[in-house]
């Protein structure tokens, strides 16, 4: 874990920044002095895990604060009393240290929760009744639903809409004061109720309800609502760009025109933030959406928000995936105003990009067979293990020194994978078959005799027997020609691991789409346990290490099961992009 006092780390900055439209307007504004320098924020509201596409969220916003020399505000967007906690509080953070990323600037902390300027909010309530920009409505929630009007037909007037500032201000101060039911009344901007601008036609700004709020308790029974508290967050933390997704574009003049209200009256300072919308992430196979994540959890479809298939950074990190390659994922999709989908594959090839020179390699045989040399106590002596080396790094990073070879034995009796061996070999098999030779990675070249089978015709043990003078790495090591090299853990030194295998959680590419029922597509084979063997050095990982199993892909060590005596493997990705 990075700490978080550390500046925020430079991630990928190996790859060429692309430019996009949001850098576009930042170097304007800097250049025309709009603004001095940068200040951005990340608003996540603590009612649930972040996900993928909270991870482009913050790769935005705290990359481009860090990209020109600005500040990302870390802050809790904790409005709402009801759904929120503090375990998400938590979790949010880690999931942003764990990125890369930090809210220590300059020798000072930004980390903020909204609910801090909840007497602000109240005193910019009062003075928007005060200066005859709001009103108490008494509607109930239907009649206001019904003369809201639509988009050919335009609102109609609130019969409340007519009372005095001074009625107005006296009945905000019972609400505020408990006086009223929840959701007797409701405070309302006035504004225009025929703009054709829906979110224009008198906003509410203020609810009653009687909810314990995670920072302030009871001391509030009314709530400011996310559009006219969001505002006023960005313009008391002095944000310059107001970055959120597209859907938020139509509430921008209601953003403006708030801000522009609170400097006439002199509540806040000009120059006032700026909204800018981007497209959010539509990554293929998953969805992103707190609510419904919430739902595979609540409903047991998953084993919990950090389950390895969840789209959640949590799960993402314990499937494997890394702060790198999510930053380079990040960086690779940019950012647009169109909304699209990203292809799943674009995650995988960032994650392969990362890991390629800084995974260490490992040998596991995941569908185990024993290999018996026969002849291996008479070339080699009865009992004795050959110790063997691979490298554990075959293209270590330029200028940095290959780690140390990884050690295993070899004996008289080897794991193969099942699938290295055939009776009666198809056309083109090359690997394990009667009469053709093959080597064992790393170590001899055996040539196949046949095999033994127990009563259902299953195979049981492979025979061959060992070529002597073979071994790899040794003079005249390749005499002995052959046309394939196929992977194997010694029996004697391999440990047994389990090893999970995942496939994608829907079936569907488009799986909420279109208000798509999610659970129609899950994937009822998306997850599968297998008894494996491996290697000396993957046994021995810490949890949370990344390994490339030699020819199956990217695996990690599980950060909450894996122990010693008792490996656990996470399979991340395939080496190649399997998916059709
Ligand atoms: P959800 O619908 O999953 O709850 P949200 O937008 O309501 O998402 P917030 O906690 O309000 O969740 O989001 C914090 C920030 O993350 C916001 O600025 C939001 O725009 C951004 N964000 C959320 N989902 C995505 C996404 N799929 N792609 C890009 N940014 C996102
Ligand atoms: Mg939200």
């Not at 070999?425 to 005799?449: E, I, M, Q, S, W």
Request: hydrophobic content about 35%.
């Amino acid at each position: 874990m990075r700490d978080a006092n550390d500046t925020p780390a430079d991630g990928t900055s190996a790859e060429p920044k692309t430019s996009n439209f949001l850098r576009a307007i930042i170097e304007r504004d800097l250049a025309q002095g709009t603004c001095a320098s940068i200040r951005t924020r990340f608003p996540p509201e603590p009612n649930g895990y972040l996900h993928i596409g909270h991870a482009k969220s913050i790769c935005l916003n705290f990359g481009l604060a860090r990209d020109y020399g600005g500040v990302c505000h870390m802050r809790f967007d904790d409005t709402n009393p009801e759904k929120e906690e503090k375990e998400y509080v938590e979790s949010i953070l880690d999931a942003v240290q764990w990125l890369g990323f930090g809210w220590q600037a300059h020798g000072q902390s930004h980390l903020y929760y909204a609910s801090d300027y909840f007497d602000f909010m109240y005193r910019a309530a009062e003075t928007l009744v005060e200066r005859g920009h709001a009103y108490v409505d008494e509607q109930t929630p239907e009649e206001m639903r019904a003369s809201r009007g639509d988009f050919v037909t335009p609102g109609k007037d609130s019969p409340f809409r007519s009372r005095t500032p001074e009625q107005n201000l006296a009945r905000l101060r019972e609400m505020r004061d408990g006086v009223h039911a929840d959701g007797a009344m409701v405070l309302r901007a006035k504004i225009d109720m025929a703009s054709p601008n829906i979110n224009l036609r008198d906003p509410a700004l203020y609810r009653i309800r009687r909810a314990t709020h995670h920072n302030t308790g009871d001391r509030w029974c009314i709530y400011p609502m996310y559009t006219f508290a969001h505002p006023i967050e960005d313009a008391l933390e002095k944000i310059t760009h107001s970055i959120c997704t597209l859907e938020f574009e139509d509430q921008r003049p209601f953003y403006d025109w708030l801000l522009e209200r609170l400097i006439e009256a002199g509540m806040l300072q000009a120059p006032a933030p700026r909204q800018h919308e981007f497209a959010r992430l539509n990554l293929t196979y998953v969805i992103t959406s707190k609510r419904k994540l919430a739902q595979l959890v609540s409903e047991g479809h998953v084993g919990g928000w950090d389950d390895p298939r969840m789209p959640t950074i949590v799960g993402l990190r314990r499937r494997g995936y890394t702060p790198e390659a999510l930053q380079l994922f990040a960086e690779r999709i940019g950012v647009t105003k169109a909304d699209s989908w990203i292809d799943y594959s674009t995650l995988d090839t960032a994650l392969r990009d990362d890991l390629e020179h800084k995974a260490h390699r490992g040998m596991a045989v995941l569908d185990p067979v024993r290999l018996v040399l026969t002849n291996w106590d008479e070339v080699m002596g009865a009992g004795h293990l050959e110790p063997c080396t691979l490298p554990a790094l075959p293209h270590p990073p330029e200028g940095q020194p290959a780690p140390p070879a990884r050690q295993f034995l070899m004996g008289r009796e080897v794991w193969i994978e099942r699938e290295d061996f055939e009776e009666v070999a198809p056309k083109g098999y090359r690997r394990l078959f009667p009469g053709n030779k093959v080597r064992l990675k790393g170590g001899y070249v055996v040539d196949c005799t046949g095999c033994e089978k127990d009563a259902d015709g299953r195979i049981t043990r492979v025979l061959a027997s060992l070529v002597p003078d073979t071994k790899s790495g040794t003079p005249g090591a390749d005499s002995v020609k052959v046309k394939a090299a196929i992977t194997w853990v010694g029996v004697a030194d391999g440990v047994a691991a389990e090893v999970r295998l995942y496939d994608r959680l829907f079936t569907d590419p488009h799986p909420d789409a279109g208000g798509k029922d999610f659970k129609a597509s899950l994937n009822p084979h998306s997850q599968r346990t297998v008894t494996a063997y491996v290697e000396p050095s993957l046994a021995q990982a810490a949890p949370d290490a990344k390994f490339q199993f030699e020819r199956f892909g990217y695996f990690v060590a599980d950060r909450i099961d894996h122990r010693p005596g008792h490996p656990v493997f996470n399979k991340t990705t395939a080496l190649k992009d399997g998916w059709k």
